[in-house]
C-alpha cells in the first residue's frame, strides 16, 4: 500500500492548521474524503439528479440506477443480498430501526436483552427503550480487566429468555474486535438474535455477514470514505420480511386505501420519503475505492500503525492507555496524567494534530474506566508513522506545557 499516493486522492489533508501541517487523527468520529468520492457526488448532482424509483424520464431512471447499483455494492461488500441492505442515515437510525420495529415486537416481560458496557450509546439507549416500553430486563455481559469480552461470561450472561444481543463489532473507546462470530453462535444456541454494531468494523476490515452468521448488522458510510448521512442496515431477509416498518409515507407503500394500506416488499417498505440518493452515490464510490486498494491491505498498514503508536506512546511519562496491551484496531485512548483531556485536545489542535476528547459517547463505559473523559487518537489508511510521531512530540510539548500543574 502506497500511502503517499493515497493522500494525494484526500485533498483536506493538505492544509496548514495553526501554523502546522495538519495531521487528523480523529478518523473513528469521521474520515476525510477522497476524490473519487467527492467526484462521484458531484458528477452525480451535475448529470443524473432526480427523484428515484418514479420518473420515467431519464434522469429518473439514471438516478434509480445510480441508488440501486449502489445498494448492490454495500450488499457485495458485507457479502448480503440486494434486499437485506437498508439504506439508513447511519448506525444510529439503523440500530433505532431493529429496536423499534424487531425489539419492540419481540420482546415482553420475562424477556432478556444482552448488551455490554462498552456500548457506544446509539446501541445501548435504543435498548433501554425497548425494555422500558416491553418490560423486559436489560442485561450486561461483564467485561475484563482490559475491557475485553470473555466468551465464558457470554455462555453465562445469555440465558434462553435471551430475545436480542447486541453488541459492538470494534469499540469506538478500547479498538477492541469483539469475538461476534462465536457471540452469534452462543445468542443462536439460546434462540436469540444478534445485532451487530459495525460502525468502527467496515471502515478498517473485512466484514462477511454471512460468515458471522449476524441477523442485523449496522454501519455508517461517513466513518469509511462516504459522506454523512448515508450508512446501511444488513438484516436476515426472512426476519426483516416478519418487521414492520417504522416511518410511513412516500416510496414505501403499495397501496394506499382511506383506513388500511400495504408496504412495498423489502428493502423498500423501510425506506419511507425520498432517500438519500446522492448519500448512497457517494458510498458506492467509496466502496470502490477502499476495495480497490483492498481491506486486508487496509488492516495490515492500520495494525502496523496502532502497534507504532502504541510502542511511541508508552514513551511519554505520565500517559495511561485504556485497553487491552496489543490489539487495537485503528485508535489508542489514552490520558495524560491529570490534565484533562479536552485541554491535550487543545494543545494539540494548537499544533496542528487532531484527535478527540469527552466520553466518545459511551458514558456507561467511562464510569467503568473510573474517567470522566479520555484522549482518543484514531487512524486510517492514509496516517502515517510520521503523524504519529507529530502526536508524540506534541503530546511532550503539552506535558512540559502543563509543567507542575500535572
Ligand atoms: N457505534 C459506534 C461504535 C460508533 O463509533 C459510532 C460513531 N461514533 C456509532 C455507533 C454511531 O454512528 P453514527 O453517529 O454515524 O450514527
Redesign the pocket.
Known sequence: MNTALIREQFPILHQEINGHPLVYLDN??TSQKPLAVIEAIKHYYEFDNSNVHRGVHTLGSRATDAYEGAREKVARFLNAKRREIIFT?????A?NLVASSYGRANCKEGDEIVITQME?H??LIPWQQVAKATGATLKYIPLQEDGSVDLADVEKTVTENTKIVAI?H???VLGVVNPVKEIAAIAHRKGAVIVV?G??STPHMKVDVQDIDADFYAF?G??MCAPTGI?ALYGKKALLENMEPIEFGGEMIDDVGLYESTWKELPWKFEGGTPIIAGAVGLGAAIDFLESIGLDAIAQHESRLSNYALKRLREVDGLKIYGPAERHVGLVTFNLDDVHPHDVATVLDSKGVAIRAGH??CQPLMRWLKASATARASFYLYNTEEDIDALVSALIQTKEYFGDAT
Open positions: 473513528a468520529a442515515r447511519g448506525t444510529t437510525t440500530l457506544h446509539s446501541n459492538a470494534v469499540s469506538n454494531d460502525a468502527q455508517s461517513h466513518k450508512g466518545h459517547c
